[in-house]
C-alpha cells in the first residue's frame, strides 16, 4: 500500500464526491482543511464487537491467571453466563453509559463504523434490551452502529440441558421479534463445543434467512467444527475467529465470498496457541478483516489500531493487509461495501487523519494513538 504523497478530496452533503491528486481550477469549496501532510485513511471499522454488557470479568482472568482455563470457567457457570447476569440486571440507562464508555474510546480510535451484538441477554426481553441499547447509541453518538442478534451465544440458565429448546425459542420468538422490531441488521452464533452444535446453528440460519436477514458466524475458535463451511452455505457475511478452520471450511469461504474476520486479541488474551491459517486464507483469495472482539471475556479492549500490531506480530500478517483488514474488508463483512470502507467518490464521507508518515506505522506502534482528526459523514468528529 503506497501512500500517495498529495491529494484532495472534495465532501458534499456528508458523501466524497471528487478525489484527486491536485484539486481541479474549477472546484469552489466552502470550507477548506489542510491535511498538513498527515495520512488520510477511510474511517476505521469495527465489524465485530460485543460492546453492550454489564460488569467485567477481572476476576476470571485472575483464575485463568492461576491455571484455570476458557473452556472450564465456562462450564463451572462462569464465563459468559456471568456477563448474562449482570447485564440481565443492568436497567437500560446504565447498560447504555457503561457501554458509551467504550464506544467513545473506539471512535478515539478512528472507529467511524461499529458492528455491535446483542448475546449477553439470552432471553426475548434482555436481548432487546441489548440492541435498543446499540441503535440509542447510534443516535447519540457521531458513529454508525450495525447491530447483529447473537442470541445463539451460550445456553442460558433457565434452558440448562434443553438447548435445542431454547434453538426452538430464538428461531421461533427472539429473532422474529427482533426483526419486526427492526432491531437486527444481522444474525450470528457461537458454533463450538461450549456454544452449539452446527445442526443447532444451523437452524438459526435457517430462522434468519427466512426472514431476509444476512448471517455471520463465530466459527472455529476453539476447535474445528466445520461451522466456516456452514456459514459459507449460507452466504454469510463473515466467518469469524477461525483459529481451527481446515481447508474445506477456507475453499468453502472463497466460493461463497465470506470475509474472514480475524481477532488477535481474543487469540492474545487467551494465550491460544494456534493462529488462523493465514497463508490457507492468502491462497483462496478470502479477504481479511481485523475486530476487536470488545468483550468482557475473550478480548477487553477497544483498541482496534493494537489489533493492527497483534495481526501482524502474531498472526503475520502484513502492515498493509491490516490495514485493508479495519477499512475495505471490515465494511465487506458488514455487507456495507457500496458506501464505505475505502476513499471514493460516491461512498460516505468517514476518513482519519493520523500523525504518521506512512501507513505501515499504524501497524508498528504498540497501543499509541496517533489520530489526529476524524470525520463522520464529513462532520469534524472527535469524541
Ligand atoms: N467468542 C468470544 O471470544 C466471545 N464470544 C464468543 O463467542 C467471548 C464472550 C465472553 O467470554 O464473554
Ligand atoms: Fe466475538
Redesign the pocket.
Known sequence: MTPSAAGFVAIEAGRIAQVGAAVPSGLQAAHEIDGEGALLTPGLIDCHT?LVYAGN?AREFELRLQGASYEEIARAGG??RS?VRLTREADEPSLEAASAQRLRELMRHGVTTVEIKS?YGLSLDAELKCLRVARRLAERHAVDVRTTLLAA?ALPPEFEGRADAYIDEIAGRILPEAARLGLADAVDA?CDTI?FTPAQTRRVFEAAHALGLPVKL?AE?LSNQHGAALAAEFGALSAD?LEHVDEAGVAAMARAGTVAVL?PG?YYFLRDATPPPIALLRRHGVPMALAT?C?????PTTHLPLMLNMACTLFRMTAAEALLGVTRHAARALGLQASRGTIEAGKQADLCLWAVDHPAELAYAIGASPLRRRFHHGREQLP
Open positions: 460485543h470479568r464465563g459468559i456477563t448475546g451465544h457461537f456454544g463465530h475458535q475467529h481477532l481474543a472482539d468483550n468482557p471475556g475473550t478480548s
